[in-house]
């Protein structure tokens, strides 16, 4: 019996940890090859997070990176704890801040993209990922190109305090540079998308779009419970919600992503 048991635990310890998975929105457990290429949810359509190398892959057939030397400043870094917690980053995503930018082909329509990385301290945004952003509308202005930017935030990152709230109005400014041209600008909102990230030019496209359920806000759901002496509704910050009230123009499926976007970059 006891030999069973040992059998049985050898058995046991050879059963990966995440070979079922909990899907957050729907609360449904199911095997995680059901995820497939797209990682969704089989059964309610929600999207777990993506580094912003499987983003890129997904979205466009060719794409060539660029401004990615562009680090953060030395003076943030004689914190020994924020500076431990970006080249821990750096190493988990290959990349030096929390997006990625470039100009990307779907077919024939070249275009500049940005992909924000969940893993790099939560997306948050600091001076360096300001300026890539920033960067990428101004070489898009240059070259008459659209732009299409994939937020993945968790907002502001403190440890740069001013300086990384200052990126909201840089980089605000330079979509508006974008604009007066004439060029379009796709914004792309996933989960979660929230802070002065959303605040800023993740809800300044010309069209902004998102993924089902993607959690989308500014402040968290305590805070804003606290502050207002209220409980707000349970999906209040959802992405369903905000298309009902207009701050969306459409949810689309990511597997449909790439063609929904090949088809509005060839009206631009």
Same mark, same amino acid.
């Given at each position: ?10 058995? *046991? ?23 497939? #290429? ?11 997070? +993506? ?10 057939? @060719? ?26 980053? $750096? !190493? ?23 992909? /924000? ?13 300001? @300026? ?6 101004? @070489?898009?202005? !240059? ?22 709230? *200052?990126? *909201?109005?840089?980089?605000?400014? #330079? ?5 007066? !041209?004439? +060029? ?18 993740? /809800? ?21 419970? $606290? ?6 509704? $349970? ?21 449909? *992503? $790439?063609?929904?976007? #090949?088809?509005?970059? #060839?009206?631009?």
């Amino acid at each position: 019996m006891s030999k069973n048991k040992e059998d049985l635990q050898e058995l *046991m310890d050879q059963i990966p940890d995440n070979l079922f998975v909990k899907c957050p929105i729907c609360k449904d457990n199911f095997y995680n090859k059901k995820l497939g #290429a797209y990682k969704v949810c089989p059964n309610c359509g929600f999207g777990f997070r +993506l580094g912003a190398d499987e983003r890129i892959k997904l979205t466009c057939d @060719e794409f060539t990176p660029i401004n990615e030397d562009v680090v953060a400043p030395n003076r943030f870094l004689s914190d020994e704890k924020y500076a431990g917690k970006l080249e821990k980053s $750096k !190493k988990i995503t290959d990349l030096n801040e929390s997006v990625q930018t470039g100009i990307a082909k779907i077919g024939n329509q070249e275009f500049g993209l940005g992909v /924000m990385d969940w893993r790099f301290i939560m997306g948050s945004l600091g001076t360096a990922t300001g @300026e890539k952003l920033a960067r990428l509308f101004e @070489e898009c202005t !240059k070259k008459c190109l659209p732009v299409v930017v994939f937020s993945c935030s968790g907002g502001a990152r403190m440890q740069e305090g001013i300086h990384s709230l *200052m990126q *909201m109005a840089k980089v605000s400014q #330079a979509v508006s540079d974008h604009s007066a !041209k004439g +060029l379009l600008y796709i914004s792309v909102l996933t989960d979660p998308t929230t802070g002065g990230v959303t605040a800023s030019y993740a /809800m300044e496209g010309d069209i902004n779009l998102s993924e089902p359920h993607t959690l989308i806000g500014f402040a968290g759901r305590r805070v804003i419970e $606290k502050t207002i002496q209220q409980r707000p509704p $349970k999906d209040f910050q959802r992405a369903e919600t905000l298309l009902r009230n207009g701050f969306l123009d459409a949810i689309v499926k990511r597997s449909n *992503m $790439k063609s929904v976007l #090949a088809k509005l970059l #060839a009206w631009n």
